[in-house]
């Protein structure tokens, strides 16, 4: 039976901004995402049996439905139910690099992963939008995730407007294992707290294009400065996530005062933290840094960096 395995990197958000409410309950939101140097292998295999089965070797993620791989299998396999008849069921086996619950999208872009090589399975030739449109349903990290790189995205978070790239900019990422943020809690909580700042119509095309601030950043990233951009970072569920979290709170500021450091910043809706830095040897002494700081096994540490695509193909057999 055919196989494919797929690399699938993770993201960090460069920028997020929340400028209203929108009718379906998310929220309006502009964000540049990343893709960077950190990524989990997939591998999507046809099996006779018309079932869909995941295995994973990480303890945190689960194997059933409620894995976002699961998930994306199951819409591929209503959207297109001959080629599903044709082809059989599909194996999923995950191999995760990518911290969970981590605000790095990992079940997002294993879930994009998943598209890309059910379609390359049953010969669909979707095309990239195609691919993004399916992405979309399942979740609005989704889209980005399948092309990657450098982009602005709009909307509730999925709709793309690629970025100049941005190439080997170095990372340092820290993530403490056992702590866990809920995305809809973050939402939920930035809008009962600041809700009354932004937009409630957010049809207003002339209202949301004054309420923008991400001008500045994408100025920066059109230079590709590490240094402009680090100044520029900024994520609003930082102002819910750090005073409720302040092992988050610890790492920014610990961060923040290392030299090498650029900018810093929290992922998403966290609790990963990340700083930009000017070297890869300013990155790896950053870290250990951070390590003989806080000398707790739960704590995470990595050195990645930026790079220029999503989802990619590693062998087909
Ligand atoms: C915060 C961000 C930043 O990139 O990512 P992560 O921290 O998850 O990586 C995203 O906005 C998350 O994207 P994703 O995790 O795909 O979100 P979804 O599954 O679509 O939504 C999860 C929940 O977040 C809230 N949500 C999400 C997106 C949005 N524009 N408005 C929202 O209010 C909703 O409560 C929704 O039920
Ligand atoms: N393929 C997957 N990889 C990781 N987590 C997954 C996956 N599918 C479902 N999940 C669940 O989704 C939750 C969010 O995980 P993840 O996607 O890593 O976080 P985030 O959206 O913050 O980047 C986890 O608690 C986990 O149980």
């Known amino acids: 039976m055919r196989s494919y395995t797929l690399i699938a990197p993770a993201k960090i958000n460069l920028y997020l901004e929340i400028i ?20 989990d292998k997939i591998s999507v295999r046809a099996i006779s049996e018309q079932i869909i089965r995941v295995h994973c070797n ?6 059933d439905k409620t894995n976002l791989v699961y998930r994306a299998a199951e819409l591929m396999t209503k959207q297109f139910p001959e080629a599903a008849a044709k082809h059989g069921g599909v194996e999923i086996t995950l191999e995760k690099n990518i911290p969970v619950a981590a605000g790095l999208a990992g079940g997002s872009t294993n879930a994009a992963a998943v598209l890309v090589g059910i379609d390359l399975l049953w010969n669909l030739g979707l095309t990239q939008t195609e691919i993004e449109e399916l992405g979309a349903i399942l979740g609005s990290d989704i889209p980005f995730c399948v092309a990657g790189g450098t982009a602005i995205a709009t909307g509730r978070g999925e709709q793309l407007a690629p970025l100049p790239s941005l190439d080997h900019i170095y990372i340092v990422l820290a993530k403490y294992r056992s702590l866990e943020v809920s995305t809809p809690w973050a939402y939920k909580t930035y809008r009962q707290e600041f809700g009354h700042t932004y937009l409630k119509n957010t049809e207003d095309l002339a209202a949301r294009a004054a309420a923008v601030h991400s001008g500045e950043i994408v ?7 590490a240094t402009e951009i680090a100044q520029k ?4 569920l930082e102002r819910v996530v750090l005073p409720a979290y302040s092992q988050v709170m610890q790492l920014r500021e610990l961060f923040a005062t290392q030299p090498g450091v650029l900018g810093t910043m929290m992922s998403g809706s966290g609790p ?13 002494a950053v870290k250990q840094y951070i390590r003989k700081a806080i000398p707790d096994e739960d704590l995470e540490l990595f050195v990645t960096r930026t790079i220029t695509h999503g989802i990619q193909i590693a062998s087909s057999i």
């Open 20 to 39: 209203g409410d929108r009718p379906d309950g998310y929220h309006e939101l502009v964000m540049i995402l990343q893709s960077i140097d950190l990524a």
């Open 58 to 63: 990480h303890p945190q993620v689960p194997t």
């Open 219 to 225: 100025k920066a990233i059109v230079h590709k400065d």
């Open 233 to 236: 970072l900024h994520n609003d």
């Open 272 to 284: 990963s933290v990340f700083a930009i830095v000017e070297s890869e040897a300013q990155a790896q």
